[in-house]
């Protein structure tokens, strides 16, 4: 049951350091680092094991997609020196993630099923059910929240508190569109369906950049594409490769993140199955077979490995 549950580096030339959810963020200048942690979080509230290979799998999935929509726009990514970390450009981030759903799925789903017929300021036709595709992707903007949880936000919200000039924002509109469009068609390739996502973008003298990871089961949602239509009629579930059935794991034991509520026990058992669901998506999302990193001593391993590449 080894895993990457943290790293705590000093390098030489090093100007920062950012803990994030499941990732640990080095600057240097410039250049930043992420090292993809095995350290999972559900209801932005970090759970009390991580979970193997969960790093390795974000890491290499996020530079695929990376690699695979250069065309569209550019991103941060210049590197990836070992299976857990990536190497790109420090760009300054925008305080709002762009997400963008096609199905009615998850915090979308159970709004609407609460009764709202209006996400991030965009209407949602009557009659849908869970799961349904939307007549259009839409995109529902979150803030970014540094602690606790992201929060829902318009694009007018966005604009009247200055968050991101119009003019950036409507780019950033057009490129999370392009984008979810790749991303769809890739997921269609190898018999998928790329339910919803997020993208968050940064800039750097005047550019804007695609930043962190993309596509990933942290970041997204997918469906099997077999069986989806005759799921939906007969109201049956549909198959899915994405970190929501940890969230309904923990929702069915009475966690949801809120106060009071605690985490319910992560068995040996439940790990593992998470870990295998995580290289499950992996190989069924890229097409490659997952090559399980030596997890003997990965600190030294991942310790080496940035230091050969900031030196």
């Known amino acids: 049951m080894k895993s990457i549950a943290e790293t705590n580096f000093t ?183 790329l339910v919803d996502t997020k993208y968050e973008f940064g800039k750097l003298d005047g550019v804007i950049y695609l930043i962190d990871e993309i596509h990933t089961p942290d970041s997204s949602r997918y469906f099997y594409l077999e069986g989806y239509e005759e799921n939906q009629r007969n109201g049956a579930p549909q198959k899915q490769l994405s970190k929501e059935f940890v969230r309904e794991w923990l929702i069915q034991n009475g966690f949801q993140g809120k106060d009071g509520q605690v985490v319910p026990e992560m068995t040996d058992e439940k790990v593992m199955e998470i870990s295998e669901r995580y290289i499950e998506l992996y190989e069924k999302v890229t097409g490659n077979k997952f090559q399980k990193n030596n997890l003997d001593h990965p600190l030294e391993r991942i310790e080496q490995a940035i230091a050969a590449s900031v030196r």
Request: hydrophobic letters at 40%.
């Open 11 to 193: 390098f030489p030339g090093q100007t920062g350091f950012y803990k994030g959810k499941v990732r640990d963020v080095y600057s240097f200048g410039s250049k930043l680092v992420m090292v993809a942690t095995d350290r999972i979080s559900a209801f932005d509230v970090i759970l009390p094991r991580a979970i193997p290979y969960k790093g390795q799998v974000l890491n290499q999935i996020a530079a695929h997609f990376l690699n695979a929509t250069r065309d569209i726009m550019p991103n941060w990514l210049q590197e990836v020196p070992d299976a857990n970390v990536s190497i790109g450009i420090n760009c300054e981030a925008y305080p709002v993630e762009m997400v963008v759903r096609g199905y009615l799925v998850g915090h979308a789903w159970r709004e609407y099923a609460a009764g709202k017929r209006m996400l991030c300021g965009v209407p949602l036709p009557e009659g849908l059910k869970e799961n349904d595709r939307l007549p259009n992707p839409i995109i529902t903007p979150t803030t970014k929240a540094h602690e606790g949880h992201d929060e829902d936000i318009s694009r007018e919200e966005i604009l009247a508190k200055g968050l991101v000039s119009q003019e950036d924002y409507e780019h950033l509109e057009r490129y999370t569109l392009a984008l979810y469009a790749r991303g769809t068609e890739m997921a269609a390739d190898q018999g998928l369906i």
